[in-house]
C-alpha cells in the first residue's frame, strides 16, 4: 500500500543526448547523472529524495515497476542517483530515466516523445515567445498525429507564480513602512538638534549669518549621521551577505517556500545606486525640516539664553 500511494500519478521522465539535464544536476544529492542515451536501454533511474523517503529506497537498490495501459508492462530499475530540487510538482512526479527506455515501454517511435522544453535567456520576453512560437504551432498536428500545446512555465505552475507575487507584495509594503519609519526618524531628530541649537542659531545671525548658511550647516551634520548611520549598515549587510552565501546559516522550509536556505545575490551596481537613492531621498526629507531655521529671531533666542 505504501508503495502504490508514493507512486501514484508518477512521470517517467526519459533523457536523452540532445536533452539539457542542468536543472536536475544542479539538485543532484547522491552518486551521479548519467549519460543517458536515447537508443540504448540502460534501465537506471534517479529518483528524488522525496519518493526514496517514502519508499525506503537507496542508492545502488533495485526497484520494480509496473506500467499499466492495455497491459501490463514491467520493468526492473537500477538507482544510480537522488536529487532534491526542493520544488514538490517534481520531486513527487519525476523520476528520471534514458529515453529509450520510455520509448519502448510507451510503445513509441524513436524520434517520439510527449514534450520538449525550450529555455530562452531573457525571462522577459516570456510571454511574447511563448505567443510566437504558439502562433505557429498550436493545434497543429506532428508527424505522430498529436497536437502541439505550447504552454509556458507560469502556466504550467500557476501556484508558484501566485505565491512569489504575494511575496513581492509584502516586501514592498515592508520597504514603504521602512522609509516612513527612517524617514520620520530623521526629521524628529533635525528637529530635535534644531531645538537644542536654538541659541547658538540666534548668535549666528546676530553675527551676520544668513539663513541659507545656516541651514547648510545643520545639513552637513545631517549628512555626516546619515553617512556614519548607512557604513555600518552596510557593513553589517555585507557581512551577513557573505556569510549566507558561504555558510548557508539562515534555513527555510523547503515544502512552504520551496528552497532550503536564503537565496542572497550582490549587485554592485545596484548596490552603489541604492544608496545613493537613500542619501539623496535623506536630504530631501531634511530640507523642510531645516526651513524652521528662518522662523528663529536673534533677539528672542538669545533673550531666552
Known sequence: ????????????????????????????????????????????????????????????????????????????LKIVGIYQTNFSEYDNLFLITDLCLVNRLNNWEPGQVSGVELEIRDYDKLEETTYEIAADADGNPDRYGAEYCVRNVEQLNP????????????????????????????????????????????????????????????????????????????????????????SGLFKLDPETYYMATVPVSFNIWLFLLLNAGALLASLLMLLGPSFLITRIHPATSIRYE
Open 1 to 76: 500500500i505504501k508503495t502504490a500511494d508514493a507512486f501514484q500519478g508518477m512521470v517517467l521522465k526519459g533523457v536523452g543526448q540532445e536533452y539539457d539535464s542542468t536543472f536536475f544536476h544542479r539538485h543532484l544529492l547522491e552518486g551521479e547523472f548519467p549519460q543517458f542515451s536515447d537508443s540504448v536501454s540502460s534501465n537506471r533511474v534517479v529518483i528524488s529524495k522525496s519518493l526514496a523517503g517514502k519508499l525506503q529506497l537507496k542508492l545502488g537498490d533495485k526497484i520494480d515497476t509496473y506500467f499499466i495501459q492495455d497491459d501490463v508492462r514491467a520493468r526492473r
Open 159 to 246: 501556484q508558484i507564480f501566485v505565491w512569489l507575487g504575494i511575496l513581492d507584495v509584502n516586501i514592498w509594503v515592508i520597504l514603504i513602512l521602512m522609509i516612513g519609519v527612517a524617514g520620520f526618524t530623521m526629521v524628529s531628530g533635525l528637529l530635535i538638534i534644531i531645538i537644542e541649537r536654538t541659541s547658538m542659531i540666534g548668535v549666528l545671525k546676530s553675527l551676520g549669518a544668513n539663513n541659507f548658511t545656516i541651514r547648510k550647516v545643520f545639513l552637513w551634520f545631517s549628512v555626516f549621521l546619515i553617512g556614519k548611520g548607512m557604513f555600518w549598515g552596510n557593513m553589517i549587510g555585507l557581512t551577513f551577505y557573505f556569510v549566507q552565501r558561504w
